[in-house]
C-alpha cells in the first residue's frame, strides 16, 4: 500500500511577500519610535523655534507689514496694515510661545492688543533657562516673559523687553543685548539643545 504525501512549502513569491510585509511594518514602528524619542522631540522643538524667530526676525525687519501678515494665515485679528514691530513672546518654564506683531506698539505681547499665533513645545520638552550676558541681574527672566522684538532698520532685536527682577511693578525694560541664548530641555535635563541668536542677527541650533 503507497501513500501519497500532500505537504506543501511556501513558495518564494509567498515568502517575498511575507519579508515585504514584515519590512514596512518595522519601518513604521522604528519611525514611530524614533520620532516619539525626547531626542528627536527636542530637536524638532528646537529648530521650530529657531524658525519661528527668523520668521520674526524677517517680517519686522522687511518693514512690510500687511505681506507680512498675510504670511501667517492662523494669526488671529490681521487688521492694521502698517509696518510694525515683529517679535517672539517666551517664558521660562512655560510650554506655549508667541509670534507676534505689536500692534499697540508698547514693546511686549498683548493677547487683546495685537495679532498672533501660538506655538507649544512638544510633551516632555521644556524652556528651561533664558540667558542674556550682560543684563540677567536686571531681568526676572525665571518668573515672568520676555519679548524679542524685530523692526526694520535692525537685523537683530529692534527691542528686548523683560520684567525688572527689582522692580516693586510689572514694568517693562527695554535692552539691545548682543546675544540671546534659549535652552531647552528633555528627559528632565540630560538632553539639552540652545537657539542662540548673536549680534550679527544669525538664529543657530546647538548642542552645548
Known amino acids: 500500500m503507497y501513500s501519497t504525501n500532500n505537504k506543501k512549502g511556501f513558495t518564494l513569491i509567498e515568502m517575498l511577500v511575507v519579508l515585504a510585509i514584515i519590512g514596512v511594518i518595522s519601518t513604521v514602528v522604528i ?6 524619542s525626547p531626542e528627536t522631540k527636542l530637536d524638532l522643538a ?40 515683529y517679535g517672539i513672546d517666551l517664558r521660562q518654564g512655560r510650554s506655549i510661545y508667541y509670534l ?7 514693546g511686549y505681547f498683548t493677547t487683546n492688543g495685537d495679532s498672533w499665533s501660538s506655538y507649544s513645545l512638544p510633551p516632555g520638552v521644556n ?23 524685530f523692526k526694520t532698520p535692525f537685523i537683530t532685536f529692534a527691542k528686548f523687553s523683560c520684567w525688572g527682577a527689582s522692580q516693586g511693578s510689572l514694568t517693562p525694560l527695554f535692552y539691545q543685548p548682543s546675544l540671546i541664548i534659549l535652552e531647552l530641555t528633555a528627559d528632565g535635563t540630560v538632553k539639552k539643545r540652545n537657539v542662540i541668536m548673536n549680534s550679527a542677527g544669525v538664529i543657530q541650533v546647538t548642542t552645548p
Open 46 to 85: 528646537a529648530q521650530d523655534l529657531a524658525t519661528a524667530m527668523r520668521q520674526a526676525q524677517i517680517s519686522g525687519t522687511t518693514g512690510s507689514g500687511e505681506d507680512s501678515v498675510n504670511v501667517y494665515t492662523s494669526m488671529t485679528d490681521q487688521s492694521s496694515a502698517d509696518s510694525l514691530a
Open 100 to 106: 507676534f506683531r505689536d500692534k499697540d506698539k508698547n
Open 127 to 149: 524652556l528651561n533657562k533664558v540667558t542674556i550676558p550682560g543684563f540677567d541681574s536686571s531681568c526676572d527672566t525665571a518668573n515672568n516673559p520676555i519679548a524679542l522684538l
Open 31 to 36: 519611525r514611530r519610535t524614533s520620532l516619539e
